[in-house]
């Protein structure tokens, strides 16, 4: 047989030794093979081959019986001649949905664990299509036949990402004790170099946050990857997601130790008696989005082992509690049983297969198959597959299999529908096959609902949809799974009542009637997913008017209907329906939205293929209403601000400015110093305690400021009577102000908005979805007296004296003074593993994460104006411990944690700007209370969680004070 093999070959990744090595092992076994590198040039890959002692391959230069692909991103363009198999292994979860098409062209797609098949299974892949081709390892050198003397060798080696589970590692070593830590020599080499994946090395900041494990580090980034296993004790291995497990098969072949999660490519490799597994929870932080390869039909969904699992391992294997040496031949044994002798013969085998037009033969096939014959059968095939969701629906589908139902609820419960996109889900008989005749045509659920979880992250933004034509509730359940709330409009009264069954708000009406009827700003979204080709043009311009009506400014509108481009929709397919009036070309469609009042956004629609080949989409956004016109006359507003781009203040102006624009408001923002156009009003957006001081700012006739404590000094109140109007940013503040002599009638509060800067699906899958909590309490501040961080960090000492957990996490600018004031308490957490200090300015998305990591937000300040990061942390769905008096407390209710305190005046030395006012000092020992609780009690905590992100959710919607919006257009005239 003679093969071409086309890749990688380098050989610092996984995928370059695969196509080596089955090179090398197929030329063994007889065949001609010759190999085509899409990554080094000919002497590269001969030096490659010549590393891993394999003889250098001839340049494929004639046409091949067997052309194998292999390389990162897959392409399936197919060759000129031969058999075509491409090897693409995936671990991510479902597979993006382009390589489904992609595999049309293939015979076969090779994969190298039955975990990656499941992935291309769960992304909608015909099972009998992909093949299992296991990796193989070569003999190495027995180095561990004695237990050595000295220090214990801890290795990792692989990619070092968030993927490979290296920050898992580096936290579980910084939690042990100074004592333990000295017995640990920590050795690093990087792996799977070049492939382009999205993971970057993370291992910089790791090190950097956590010096007592960087002093113990010695990372090798050169020499052969395999002489760094004769050196290890143990390999660790936590990976969220992992395609080959080259290293762990490496390791073994050595007699090495592998600390591994229970879950994925290992359950290929090693079970219980060779390795130490740790559990591993599903968790699905991506939905069905992948941010290179695009949209999947089902979802994606990475590993997730407990840091305390793997900081018990270390410590049971520093007490010798594991002998690491009993077993070391048996793991050698094993390893070598996964030979690539045995690659190239199950090479051999599938082509063998796929000459006889069969198909593959394996546990997904066998499984898969008995799904087809229904019934109690399929129900039990569906159950190993690990389809709790589809053995439920099977079930209720199925005679006399009521007992079944209950308990398959309960299991189908307890986590997510990893097989939702999976091809053998159209097998399981519904009550879509119960439909009237005129149904007929509409598509079965499995495909309105792939095309429903493509389009329903279009209304990430919305908090009540109105799904028009809801059908059988695809986009019903997909704006629920994202925790949206949605209300259904359907004619067919018997889809309504089942829908109702299921707990949607369904109406049973005709869909313009309906939409006629609605209130003014009723929803911020609406789906008419194959409703427009049913109306007349009439009908539908009233249909969309009455959407613009009932929508509120900015909503989204999506819009599917058959794309008429495509032939087989305009030759025939779309007259089969006789429910159909007429098509809407895109174009058409377009000036339709554009006339009742929407924007078409031209970045987004277009063709639903793959999902949907014959559909087409169209996004629109409402415009404002007329009473706050996007285009605005000439007058503007200059806006003179805080010139530190990433302070609490200047983010509140850039919340602010964005409030004002949506409101037809034009702006101009400069910092102080920096010079501004000609406007017709100005305002200082500026602390109040800088108008104080000759801060050289243009004169303005309105401010928006803040006064955070309790009395306000008379030279201040004296600076305050020069302007027009005074906004203020909580009601706190305006109390202030009022008490000491500001007029009333002046005042007006102007709150920085709140934005939801993660969805609810994203929100529940970081934190409801799972079980138990990480004990991490998070506050970000600027270090300064009336922050009161030292009260904090003295109460978590005591806290976890008391519960023996929790971990606090401190984001300041920087460190040096609270590590001054407090050296030896943050000492004592950092050797207990209970202390995070995270310094410099972060980009959004890291603060989100930062947020989003945490289960509680704890600031015990003194005095708060607004209290910006607490709406932020509430938005991420953050428990809140807050002092119960303060400017933050317009927006941290009685639903969580508020510490009682007493107003004490202000040391002049401590806090001179506030000089002769008081402020809140909290409770110390009710403060330390609270941290107990939240660290003990995981109900309340998550019911907290659920309220504070409610909360935020209430505050996103209220939108700018429309009284104060009204009188600045007035004033600009």
């Avoid at 010759?34 to 590269?44: K, L």
């Avoid at 058999?83 to 979860?93: D, H, K």
Wanted: aromatic share 6%.
């Amino acid at each position: 047989m003679h093969v071409a093999i086309e890749g990688s070959t380098r050989v610092d990744n996984s995928c370059g030794i695969f196509n080596l090595e089955l090179a090398g092992a197929l030329r063994a076994r007889g065949h001609d093979v010759g190999v085509i590198s899409r990554d080094q040039t000919i002497r590269e890959a001969t030096i490659s081959a010549q590393t891993m002692g394999i003889e250098p391959f001839d340049l494929q230069d004639h046409a091949p019986d067997v052309h194998i692909r292999h390389i990162w991103p897959p392409v399936f363009d197919r060759p000129q001649s031969g058999m075509f198999l491409v090897v693409q292994p995936f671990a991510r979860g479902a597979v993006p949905a382009s390589w489904l098409v992609g595999m049309r062209t293939v015979d076969a797609v090779l994969v190298t664990s039955a975990h990656a098949k499941q992935c291309w299974l769960q992304g909608g892949a015909e099972p009998g299509k992909v093949f299992i081709v296991p990796i193989g390892v070569r003999p190495l050198v027995d180095v561990h036949a004695d237990p050595r003397e000295g220090k214990f060798v801890v290795g990792y080696v692989g990619q070092l990402g968030f993927a490979g589970g290296i920050d898992l590692v580096v936290g579980a070593l910084n939690r042990l004790s100074n004592q333990e830590l000295e017995q640990i020599e920590f050795v690093l080499k990087e792996f799977d170099g070049g492939l382009g994946h999205q993971d970057e090395s993370i291992l910089r900041r790791l090190l950097t946050e956590h010096p007592r494990v960087a002093m113990r580090s010695e990372i090798i980034a050169s020499g052969g990857v395999r002489d760094v296993y004769g050196r290890l004790d143990v390999l660790v291995a936590p990976y969220r997601t992992e395609n080959y497990g080259v290293s762990i098969l490496e390791a073994m072949a050595t007699g090495v130790l592998p600390i591994v999660t229970r879950g994925g490519v290992s359950d290929s490799l090693v079970d219980d008696t060779i390795a130490l597994r740790l559990d591993a929870k599903v968790v699905t932080p991506k939905g069905f989005y992948d941010g290179i390869n695009g949209p999947s039909l089902g979802r994606s969904w990475e590993l997730e082992v407990e840091q305390d699992a793997l900081v018990a391992t270390f410590r049971a294997l520093l007490r010798r509690e594991v002998d690491l040496w009993v077993t070391a031949s048996e793991r050698r044994a094993r390893a070598l049983t996964h030979s690539w002798d045995v690659s190239a013969q199950r090479l051999e085998e599938i082509v063998s297969t796929l000459e006889a037009g069969a198909e593959a033969t394996d546990f997904f096939t066998s499984r898969v198959d008995r799904v087809q014959q229904g019934g109690p059968p399929g129900i039990g095939a569906l159950i190993d597959l690990g389809d709790s969701h589809g053995a439920l629906e099977l079930a209720r589908a199925t005679p006399d299999a009521e007992d079944l139902v209950g308990r398959l609820a309960r299991l189908a419960a307890t986590s997510a529908d990893l097989w939702v996109g999976a091809a053998h889900r159209s097998l399981i008989p519904t009550s879509s096959q119960l439909r009237a005749s005129w149904h007929a045509n509409e598509g079965d659920l499995a495909a309105t609902s792939r095309v429903a979880r493509f389009l329903a992250p279009l209304f990430a933004t919305a908090s009540r949809v109105l799904d028009v034509g809801c059908g059988e509730g695809a986009m019903l359940r997909e704006l629920r799974y994202l925790g949206i709330a949605a209300t259904g409009i359907e004619l067919d009264p018997v889809r309504a009542v089942a829908l109702r069954d299921e707990g949607f708000e369904v109406v049973t009406a005709d869909a313009v009637e309906a939409a006629e009827a609605m209130a003014t700003d009723a929803i911020d979204g609406a789906f008419l997913g194959h409703i427009v080709e049913h109306l007349e043009p009439e009908a539908l311009g009233v249909l969309l008017r009455s959407l613009w009506k009932a929508m509120s400014p900015g909503g989204v509108l999506v819009i599917q209907t058959p794309n008429f481009e495509v032939d087989a929709v305009h030759g025939r397919v779309f007259w089969l329906d006789p429910t159909h009036r007429r098509p809407y070309p895109v174009e058409a469609l377009a000036a339709m939205v554009r006339e009742a009042g929407f924007e078409a956004d031209p970045a987004i629609g277009g063709s639903l293929a793959p999902l949907a080949p014959l559909d087409v989409y169209l996004v629109a956004r409402r415009r404002p209403r007329a009473s706050a016109p996007l285009q605005v006359r000439t007058p503007r507003l200059g806006i003179i601000a805080v010139p530190d781009e990433i302070s609490g203040f200047r983010r509140a102006t850039a919340l602010w400015v964005a409030e004002l624009n949506s409101a037809g408001i034009r702006t101009e923002v400069a910092g102080l110093g920096e010079p501004m156009g000609p406007s017709a009003i100005v305002a200082h957006d500026l602390p109040l305690v800088w108008l104080g001081e000759p801060i050289g700012a243009p004169p303005a006739s309105l401010v928006r400021t803040a006064w955070e404590v309790h009395g306000i000094p008379h030279r201040l109140v004296a600076i305050l009577a020069q302007y027009e109007r005074i906004w203020t940013f909580s009601s706190f503040s305006a109390d202030v102000l009022a008490s000491a002599g500001v007029p009333s009638e002046r005042i007006g509060v102007w709150a920085p908005s709140v934005r939801l800067w993660v969805d609810r699906g994203t929100v529940r899958f970081a934190r409801w979805d799972h079980e138990g909590t990480s004990g991490r309490v998070l506050a970000v501040a600027n270090d300064e007296p009336r922050k009161n961080l030292d009260a904090l960090v003295r109460a978590f000492e005591r806290a976890r004296v008391s519960t023996g957990r929790g971990v606090l996490v401190l984001k300041v600018r920087e460190a040096a003074t609270i590590r001054a004031r407090l050296g030896g308490t943050l000492e004592r957490l950092a050797e207990a593993g209970a202390l995070e200090v995270v310094t410099g300015s972060l980009s959004a998305e890291e603060l989100k994460s930062l947020y989003l990591s945490a289960d509680v937000f704890c600031l015990p300040t003194r005095g708060e104006g607004y209290g910006l990061p607490f709406a932020e942390a509430m938005a991420a769905g953050c428990a809140i411990i807050a002092p119960a008096s303060g400017g933050h407390r317009d927006v941290v209710n009685e639903e969580q944690w508020l510490v009682p305190g007493s107003l004490v005046p202000i040391p002049a030395g401590l806090a001179p700007y506030f000089r002769g006012s008081s402020w809140f000092d909290v409770d110390e020992d009710e403060l330390t209370a609270a941290l107990v609780d939240s660290l003990t009690d995981e109900v309340t905590l998550r019911l907290r969680q659920e309220r504070a992100l409610a909360r935020a959710e209430v505050l996103a919607g209220s939108g700018p004070p429309q009284v104060e919006v009204d009188w600045l257009h007035q004033r600009l005239g």
